[in-house]
């Protein structure tokens, strides 16, 4: 079955400090990997999308790398702000039936405290 | 601004009262698509819509309706809405669903409960 596994489920840490999310997904076929950022009550907004061939994709303070041989992805924050404070969540698309689906991860809450 | 627009932002409703929420996106995106959120859980998809007048169930269609009449619309109905359709609904569009690398535009969600 295709599944998209996040951890934490939560995470809270001082601003400044670098924190790095966790995804593990059994898609498969594999076409692609994304990582969302969504404010409380607000729609998710693409961070970075990474496909096979990529390893590593940079993005201000965040660094997405991701390795399809075991089927990680890991998402890492710099010097963490307070506005980063959000839930974080990683979608891995994939095909079936010649259909691209996608498949969520249920997300990472990050609260960054002053 | 391109963006996708939902109304309402917050709806309280009673079970069995005809509901439904709107979604508008400017952008010419051919596909749209309904998700609901609910805490632990991932978004689920509802409906989706790879044009006008094309619309296919997802994950968790029962008890939902959806209608594509002009591109821009996709709107979202709930003919009869229970207790455990009480969920974060949001609407997503994109340039086109056939390909792997369409980033999803999202509104900004509605909050729905039903009493």
């Known amino acids: 079955k295709n599944q998209v596994e996040q951890s934490p489920q939560s995470l809270i840490i001082l601003e400044g400090k670098n924190c790095t999310l966790q995804?593990?997904?059994?898609?498969?076929?594999?076409?692609?990997l994304r990582w969302y950022k969504q404010d409380t009550g607000r729609g998710p907004v693409s961070l970075t999308i990474?496909?096979?061939s990529e390893n590593t994709k940079s993005n201000r303070r965040y660094t997405a790398t991701l390795d399809a041989d075991t089927k990680q992805s890991s998402l890492h924050i710099t010097a963490s702000q307070l506005s980063d404070s959000a839930s974080y969540i990683c979608?891995?698309?994939?095909?079936?039936?010649?259909?691209?689906?996608?498949?969520w991860g249920a997300g990472t809450k990050l609260i960054i405290k002053p | 601004e391109a963006q996708v627009t939902q109304n309402p932002r917050y709806l309280i409703t009673v079970t069995g009262k005809k509901l439904t929420v709107t979604c508008s996106q400017n952008?010419?995106?051919?596909?749209m698509s309904w998700y609901r959120q609910d805490p632990g859980l991932g978004l689920r998809q509802i409906y989706y819509?790879?044009?006008?007048?094309?619309?296919d169930k997802g994950d968790v269609p029962e008890g939902y309706k959806v209608s594509r009449k002009e591109k821009r619309n996709f709107p979202l109905i709930l003919e009869s809405p229970s207790p455990n359709q009480t969920s974060l609904y949001f609407c997503a569009s994109s340039l086109s669903g056939t390909g792997p690398f369409y980033g999803y535009t999202f509104g900004s969600g509605t909050r729905l409960t039903v009493v």
């Open positions: 979608v891995v698309s994939g095909v079936e039936d010649s259909n691209y689906q996608l498949i």
């Open positions: 990474m496909t096979f």
């Open positions: 995804c593990n997904y059994t898609v498969s076929p594999f076409s692609n």
């Open positions: 952008m010419n995106h051919e596909y």
């Open positions: 819509s790879m044009n006008v007048e094309v619309t």
